[in-house]
């Protein structure tokens, strides 16, 4: 059991963390959660085994997370607190005021990332739910993500500052990620590489359904065969033989058949040879020339795994969002946890109809209805049809399974 302590001039938060833990419960979302109390300044939380502590507004030097949530006029600012943040990964500034709104700023791996919105909610509901999600081990990112959305949700729902509302699910009330495409980053004051991007060009919804990613042409060749429309080539080693010739080959035979075959991390080659598409990691936003990706006239799928990654992703606009891994898988090295149905469910809401989804990692035949009735546009596999004694009869059953609800034959509510 995760256990979060608080020490006694945090009493007040648990009007918020008692509701929002049953609520997590509910709903899975992670080990259980025991509440108790610090004799020092700080929070202490365990979870799986790891020891975390956090500070708010003490200038602590000694702990995990030192959050800044308490502002008096004037300001800071926002480049100044980019540049901060940047070079302090213990550093967590929540609720920044601007003119226009409040600021989430925290470190990832060498550089400040950013939520930004137009207005902040309460505090104490902000603080509490950035506590739970932490004791429930969502990272960071995703904690302060989450904090803002059930801050403001609070705010609008209880104007006398009682009762709770639970998960926060609502998506209008979610911060936007602060990118060089958001349209107010100038004018804030947020730096940060990369061009305005206009949205990419879109798929075709009805070529989605089972997603097949795979390691070779051959695979791919075989699978549009079978009548699969939509596919990846996922070729991990940049040095493979023949490398260029294989995602010349997909692509040729993508369009004979009429399927959208994407390319995933080559998208130098993919824009070379004129592929349908390409899927990008989130470490590929930063790297990644997404200006010629988009010029060349590619579609663009993206990766996440978690509510900030869904966030970011959104904010370039691209042609569907992957969400995972949701179950253990040995194909890749994933740099999250298993992410699970209930979180899938709740990723899945808080995107609605804005993008197509795929949900991938650790999907089988026999895990395949249950994620699709979480609202998902697309089904990823690997192994469940590569590895598959028949892969015909593979494409078959998720054929079966993979029916659409205006088809009047499946329920994919979750």
């Known amino acids: 059991m995760n256990t979060l302590c608080l020490p006694d001039h945090l009493t007040p938060l648990l009007m918020h963390i008692e509701p929002l833990l049953a609520a997590a419960d509910q709903f899975q979302l992670g080990e259980p959660v025991s ?68 600021i989430d700023i925290w470190h990832h791996q060498g550089v400040a990332r950013a939520t930004y919105c137009h207005h902040a909610g309460s505090s104490e509901a902000q603080r509490a739910m950035l506590l739970v999600a932490l004791a429930l081990d969502f990272p960071l990112e995703d904690g302060v993500t989450l904090a803002r959305a059930y801050a403001r949700s609070y705010l609008e729902s209880h104007t006398n500052g009682y009762g709770d509302i639970g998960w926060p699910t609502e998506p209008r009330l979610f911060p936007r990620a602060l990118t060089a495409n958001h349209p107010e980053a100038v004018e804030l ?22 997603y097949p990613v795979v390691d070779s042409a051959r695979w791919v060749e075989r699978l549009l065969d079978l009548g699969v429309k939509t596919v990846q080539l996922r070729i991990k080693d940049p040095n493979a033989s023949a490398l260029a010739e294989q995602i010349a080959q997909v692509v040729a035979v993508g369009r004979k058949d009429d399927a959208q ?18 899927h990008l990691g989130q470490e590929d936003l930063d790297t990644a020339d997404l200006a010629a990706i988009q010029g060349a006239g590619l579609r663009l799928g993206l990766s ?34 298993p992410q699970g149905l209930n979180r899938l469910a709740l990723y899945q809401k808080l995107i609605g109809s804005s993008y197509p989804t795929v949900a991938i990692g650790g999907i089988d035949l026999a895990r395949a209805e249950r994620v699709w009735r979480t609202g998902v546009s697309s089904v990823a596999v690997v192994r469940a049809v590569t590895e598959a004694e028949d892969p015909g009869e593979a494409v078959a059953a998720f054929a079966r399974i993979l029916i659409r609800p205006e088809s009047g034959q499946g329920d994919a509510d979750a």
């Open 35 to 102: 509440v108790g109390w610090s004799d020092s300044a700080v929070v202490n939380i365990s979870r799986n085994g790891q020891a975390l502590s956090v500070a708010f507004n003490a200038l602590q030097q000694d702990v995990d997370f030192d959050i800044r949530d308490q502002w008096l006029a004037p300001y800071p600012s926002v480049s100044e607190v980019q540049q901060q943040v940047a070079a302090n990964p213990s550093l967590v500034v929540c609720g920044l005021p601007t003119e226009q709104g409040c």
């Open 304 to 337: 996440t795994h978690g509510y900030y990654e869904i966030l970011r992703a959104a904010e370039y606009h691209p042609s569907y969002i992957a969400l995972g891994h949701i179950f253990p898988t040995t194909t890749k090295e994933m740099p999250s946890k």
């Open 189 to 210: 004051g947020w730096v940060e590489r990369g061009r305005v991007l206009a949205p990419f060009s879109p798929v075709e919804a009805d070529k989605l359904a089972l």
């Open 261 to 278: 075959v994407f390319v995933n991390d080559h998208w130098q080659l993919a824009i070379e040879h004129a592929a349908f598409g390409v």
